[in-house]
C-alpha cells in the first residue's frame, strides 16, 4: 500500500473504526464522555505516527478495554494499578474542568513499574491490531461483495448461448 493510501486509511479509521472492548456485553455501558476521548486520541496518535511511523492504540481505548474487563473478572494486582494509572490520565485529560470532579488520591496511581508498563504497551499495541484486522476485513468483505454483485449482474446480463 502506497504510504499515503495508508494514511488515509489510518485516518478513515480513526472516525470508523470500532472500539475494542472485552467480550461480555460490558461495551454499551462506556461512560459518555470516552467515546470522543477516544477519537480525539486516535488524531493525536496518527498526527504523531506521520513523524515517528509507528503506531499504536490510544490511552483512551485501553481505559475503555481496561473498564470492561475489570466488569468481567476480577484483575490482579498488576492489572489495577495498570487500570488505575491509565484511567487517572484519559480522565484528568478529557474531564471539563467545571465538573468538580477529580482522580480521588487514595487510588491515584502515579506511575508503573517497567513490567506493568510493558504490559500496558503491550495492550495498547494489540488493540491497534484489531481494530486494523477489523477494518482490513470488513474492507475485504466489501471487496468481496461488490465482486459477487458484478459477476451476478454480468451473467444476467450476458444472454445465454443455448437455451434447453
Known amino acids: 500500500m502506497v504510504k499515503e493510501d495508508k494514511w488515509i486509511d489510518e485516518l478513515v479509521g480513526v472516525f470508523s473504526d470500532p472500539i475494542i472492548v472485552m467480550p461480555g456485553g460490558w461495551g454499551d455501558t462506556l461512560p459518555d464522555w470516552i467515546r470522543p476521548a477516544i477519537t480525539q486520541e486516535r488524531l493525536i496518535a496518527n498526527m504523531e505516527a506521520a513523524k515517528t511511523g509507528v503506531m499504536t492504540g490510544t490511552d483512551a481505548e485501553a481505559c ?3 473498564y470492561t474487563a475489570s466488569l468481567e473478572a476480577p484483575m490482579d494486582h498488576d492489572w489495577s494499578q495498570i487500570y488505575l ?11 471539563t474542568k ?3 470532579v477529580s482522580m480521588p488520591e487514595d ?3 502515579d506511575k508503573l513499574d517497567r513490567n506493568q508498563m510493558d504490559d500496558l504497551n503491550h ?3 494489540w488493540l491497534y491490531d484489531r481494530r ?3 477494518r482490513k476485513g470488513k474492507d475485504q468483505a ?3 461483495q461488490k465482486k459477487e ?16
Open 107 to 109: 487510588i491515584k496511581v
Open 85 to 95: 494509572y491509565i484511567a487517572g490520565k484519559v480522565y484528568e485529560r478529557h474531564r
Open 132 to 134: 486494523v484486522k477489523n
Open 64 to 66: 475503555a478495554y481496561l
Open 149 to 164: 454483485e458484478e459477476a451476478a449482474e454480468k451473467k444476467a446480463l450476458q444472454p445465454a448461448m443455448f437455451d434447453f
Open 98 to 100: 467545571d465538573s468538580g
Open 123 to 125: 495492550l495498547k499495541a
Open 142 to 144: 466489501e471487496r468481496r
